[in-house]
Structures are given as C-alpha cells and as structure tokens.
C-alpha cells in the first residue's frame, strides 16, 4: 500500500501508512499482510461495472498517473495491488475477530475508503473498504446487525450511501460541517433510520465533539444492538491536521477508544474492527493512533 503513488505535494502520501504503523510499535498488535480482496468481497458494495472500469483504469507497469477525479483521486503502477489490499485487510480483519483470533484489530491501510461511493471513486478513496468489511460481517458470518462508526473530520458519504439501502447496518458520523463533501445533514436518516450525522461547526474542539459522541453517537449504536462495531478511523479532526477545522487533540482518540471499548463490550462481545481513513499531519497521526489504539485495547484489560 505504501507503492499506492500520488503526485508530489499530494496530503494523502505513502509517508502516512509508516507514521500510523509507528503509533503501533509496543502496544502488543501482531503485524500481519493484508491479502488482496477477491472481487466478489467488493461486489457486494460496488456493482460489477465498475470493478471492471477500475480494472481498465488502473496504470499498467511503465504507465503515469490517472486522475479519477477532479484532481483528488489518483491512481499510478503500484495502486491496483494498493486498493485491492486495502480492502483486503479490511475483510481480513473481520475473519480474525470474528474467528477469536484477535480481541481487535486495525487495517493500517491506504487509499482510505470512506468517500468511494457504489460506482464512483472520489476523495482519495477508490474502494470503500468500511462498507465492503461491513457487509463481508453480515454475509459471510450471518450477523442481523452491524454498526459503522465514522470519526474522520469529513463525512464518510460512500458509507452512507451502502447503508441507505442496507437496514442491517447502521451508519453513525461526526464531521464538520461545511466541508468537504458537502454530505451529512443531520435531517438525513436513510429510509429504514439508521443514519446518524453529527455535524460539528468549524473551530469546534474536544469537549464539543466529546459531547456529540456521549449524547447522539455512543447512545444510538448501543441502541441498534449491533453484533460488530466497525470504526472509519479519521484522524484528520486533529488540531494539527492541514485539512481540518476542528480542534481535537490526541487525548480526544483516546477517549474514543475507551469509550468504543466499553461500548463494543456492552453490546457485541468487544468486536470492533478499525480502518484507517484521514489523517495528514504525519506527527498527528502517530500520536492519534498510539492514543486511539492504546486505549481500546487497555479496555479489554481484566
């Protein structure tokens, strides 16, 4: 995923798969190779059309940079094996929970996920790996429910798009608002319910946020009763983040996590699986990662 190449200057640089990989070191994670997704995983979110345009889209070896989008979405060589394997891990990380294999787990990944709607790839992301692993949960292993958790300072729109129309999953986002992409509302709760957006204000810090978490967010995924508990690990809301408006600090992540893990042990015997989304201030992201995962795994301390 670090082969996953973007133009010079571009906030979403191979340079952060290593700076999240550091927060990990000595908090006891087993490191393990993502395994590329096989299409029928992706198929369930994205329809085959598309999997077969991305197919021809994907630079060959020798080849440039393609752009996706208007200019946020790339793709070079090494980015077909990069998206396949985000995805992968994603899914992979769902078989290890839900096998007993690991209390949690985190796909350290790139290109994020959040952003790539059923049949479109925008916002640096090409595969929606949150969704794809959310209903790999409900298919493969026959769950009734299962709930998305999106922390990333912008709104994870493809995600909610693939809830829209799944009544088994539940989506739940804080944001802010307005930012990119513009999505969010929070008047907008899907056709079964089961949308949740707290949009947050530019400027808005910890306590804010901590108090949209602990009285809309935390509360509704306990009340849908999910079996799983998926996360959209954004760390782009960090006060030192280029892209963000927001002021959380990385005491905020670790809070996060302990509340998700005193959460996921209330309601779905502690499965939470975590995918990496934003998150551009290479510092930041270490030490966010490090708070966050810390924390939630301190949570399944006897």
């Known amino acids: 995923m670090a082969r996953h190449g973007v133009p010079p200057g571009h906030p979403e640089r191979p340079a952060r798969l290593e700076a999240a990989l550091q927060g990990f070191h000595g908090l006891g994670f087993a490191e393990t190779e993502a395994p590329e997704a096989a299409d029928d995983h992706l198929a369930r979110v994205h329809p085959r059309p598309y999997l077969a345009a991305m197919v021809q889209a994907f630079p ?21 094996e990069a998206a396949y394997r985000a995805a992968g891990a994603a899914i992979a990380a769902v078989d290890a929970v839900m096998a007993g294999e690991a209390q949690t787990a985190f796909a350290a990944v790139r290109p994020p996920g959040h952003h790539a709607e059923p049949a479109q790839p925008m916002g640096f992301c090409v595969f929606n790996n949150i969704a794809v692993a959310a209903l790999h949960a409900l298919e493969a292993y026959g769950l009734k429910r299962v709930a998305v958790l999106d ?19 539940f989506f739940a986002s804080t944001h802010a608002s307005p930012l990119y992409p ?15 957006n707290a949009p947050l204000p530019p400027g808005a810090d910890g306590a804010a946020w901590r108090r949209v978490m602990t009285a809309q967010i935390l509360p509704a995924i306990e009340a849908f009763e999910p079996q799983m508990l998926l996360i959209s ?22 809070w996060a996590g302990e509340q998700i893990a005193a959460l996921a042990l ?9 995918a990496l989304e934003g998150g551009y201030s290479l510092d930041a992201l270490t030490r966010s990662v490090r708070a966050y995962a810390g924390a939630l795994t301190r949570g399944y301390a006897p």
């Open 60 to 80: 060959g070896p020798g080849e440039g940079l393609v752009a996706l989008d208007s200019g946020d979405t790339f793709l070079d060589p090494g980015s077909r």
């Open 151 to 169: 922390f990333d300072v912008h709104h994870g729109n493809g995600t909610q798009a693939v809830a829209e129309k799944e009544p088994r999953l």
């Open 182 to 196: 513009g999505t969010g509302h929070a008047h907008e709760r899907g056709r079964f319910g089961n949308i949740l």
């Open 233 to 254: 690990a954004g760390f782009d809301a960090h006060a030192e983040d280029p892209l963000a408006p927001l002021e959380l600090t990385e005491d905020d992540y670790r």
């Open 266 to 274: 209330r309601v779905c015997k502690g499965r939470v699986v975590s």
